[in-house]
């Protein structure tokens, strides 16, 4: 059974910082790309971040948390993570990890996700 458990969001002020994981199992890991989609309430679903299958070497960011987002993977653990810095109010969402196509300029997830990790900046 595929299986995507998503941890690490919490209540953090603008500015502030949180390492959200994304521990997968079920399937083989290294095969597939992952990525991190958002939703907030009332607002579309966003694609943030994803990693290459493999050598996990290219990764793609959605303008609005380029720079201040950092995703990475530890292989040896069937795991992603998700480094974001300089928070701001409008990331407030729930956070969702998911298998995916990792492109250029996107990300689209497929499959099944987990329950997700809120995370909520305070201004």
């Known amino acids: 059974e595929v299986q995507l458990v998503e941890s690490g969001g919490g209540l953090v002020q603008a500015g502030g910082s949180l390492r959200l994981s994304c521990a997968a199992s079920?399937?083989?890991?290294?095969?597939?790309?992952i990525g991190w989609f958002r939703q907030a309430p009332g607002k579309e679903r966003e694609g943030v971040s994803c990693i290459s299958s493999r050598r996990r070497g290219s990764t793609y960011y959605a303008d609005s948390v380029k720079g201040r987002f950092t995703i990475s993977s530890d292989n040896a653990k069937n795991t992603v993570y998700l480094q974001m810095n300089s928070l701001k109010p409008e990331d407030t969402a729930v956070y969702y990890c998911a298998r995916g196509l990792c492109l250029d300029n996107n990300y689209l997830p497929f499959g099944s996700w987990g329950q997700g990790t809120q995370v909520t900046v305070s201004s």
């Open positions: 079920g399937f083989s890991f290294d095969d597939y790309a």
